[in-house]
């Protein structure tokens, strides 16, 4: 039965509004607006106003070939809605997501992947930011040339804010403590990092099986250079439990990865050029506010110099002759104006992230020359620190 001839019964009072709109399963209060239109207007008061005109937002046909052309051109393989963010960032269309999802359907261009049902719950975030950074590294063709390189990353747990991300030709000791260093100098000291169990956190004992189990470890020079600032490393036992760093580097091997090839961006220091002004543009897209305001960084004291604190430290003995060896060279230790010769002394070698040598003996740093190199024998003209 058509909606006209329930409406005209109505009329009629053949039926009552009751029985009228359980006919055409609506409300009273539609049954009578319809009712009134056909008193005005006729069978055409049954119509609605907008049948047959374009919607006002509709978008032009022009508008979705163009968008269309972009993603199967230039932004081919971005998921819906990182394309959604290059249309509105480089190409000055702005579209909401769900009429891109429409487009895409409408075209039968490939939508987001999907996700396997979560096993495990969230923890819940920290409430203030420096409370907790964690840190980890993704090893990947980063730049679509077949080479992979390194990537560390850190993450701040309380704002989802990335406060560094670095490449790095491999991963380890230096590149990690490089990572740090920047936080604490950009941002402070945090409570805690948390990492994993790799060999430049945790040193390994195989043949101690009783220290494994109960967790206690040597200290790494990471783990050294974190007590000397007054912050703690703490080490995940899987990777779920630092699932937000993980989450992170599975959406930059998305999105990064895409832009990267975009700005033609093919070496490490190209890379990292990048990243500077990339990360903060990434972390106004994805950062959240925190329970709290107060931060939990702590500014670095002047008497603790970041350079000597991050840097792999060794002791060793000088040599009757006033030499110490250090990674397959020789260093002649100078005489001090309060000792001749440091023949029987114990000293600290520092080499730092840039990679310069610095020898310290009771706090003095020494002058040190290098005639020599254990790998060759042969005299060399090189001067260290005077």
């Known amino acids: ?70 993603y199967e051109t230039k932004y081919t393989g971005f998921n819906c809605l990182h394309f959604r963010d290059m249309l509105a960032q480089h190409e000055r269309i702005t579209i909401t997501r769900e009429s891109l999802r429409t487009i895409f359907i409408a075209h039968d261009l490939p939508r987001k992947k999907r996700h396997t049902k979560r096993r495990f719950e969230r923890r819940e975030r920290k409430p203030q930011a420096g409370m907790l950074i964690q840190q980890d590294t993704s090893i990947h063709d980063w730049f679509s040339c077949g080479t992979k390189c390194s990537l560390v990353g850190a993450i701040d747990d309380a704002t989802n804010e990335v406060v560094c991300a670095r490449f790095f030709s491999s991963d380890g000791t ?13 941002k402070g000291i945090p409570v805690a990092f948390y990492v994993d169990q790799a060999s430049h956190f945790r040193t390994t004992r195989y043949e101690s099986i009783h220290v494994q189990l109960k967790g206690t470890y040597d200290e790494t020079q990471i783990g050294r250079a974190l007590e000397e600032i007054g912050s703690t490393l703490i080490l995940a036992r ?82 009757s002759d006033n030499t110490l060896s250090f990674e397959g060279k020789i260093y002649l230790v100078s005489a001090a104006k309060t000792r001749i010769s440091f023949a029987k002394a114990t000293v600290t070698v520092h080499q ?9 003996y009771k706090g003095q740093e020494l002058a040190y020359t290098m005639p020599w190199t254990n790998s060759l024998g042969s005299k060399q003209d090189i001067i260290g620190r005077e």
Do not use: C
Not at 179 to 184: E, H, L, R, S
Not at 274 to 293: H, Y
């Open 1 to 70: 039965m058509t909606h006209h001839t329930v409406i005209e019964r109505l009329i009629r009072k053949h039926i009552t509004e009751v029985e009228a709109a359980e006919l055409l399963k609506k409300s009273v209060r539609q049954v009578r607006r319809m009712k009134q239109n056909v008193l005005v207007s006729g069978i055409t008061g049954l119509i609605h106003g907008n049948t047959g005109k374009t919607p006002w937002n509709k978008r032009p046909h022009d508008v979705i070939d163009q968008i269309v052309t972009l």
């Open 174 to 186: 230096l590149p990690n403590m490089t990572a740090m260093k920047m936080v604490i100098e950009e």
């Open 238 to 319: 899987s990777p779920q439990a630092k699932g937000r760093i993980e989450r992170l580097f599975e959406t930059l091997q998305d999105r990064l990865i895409k832009e990267l090839q975009l700005a033609g961006v093919t070496t490490i220091d190209q890379g990292n050029l990048f990243l500077n002004s990339w990360i903060p543009m990434f972390n106004k897209r994805f950062m959240v506010t925190p329970a709290s305001t107060i931060l939990s960084y702590r500014t670095l004291p002047n008497h603790l110099p970041p350079d000597l604190i991050f840097s792999i430290q060794e002791n060793r003995l000088v040599r």
């Open 352 to 360: 730092l992230i840039t990679g310069d040598i610095r020898i310290f």
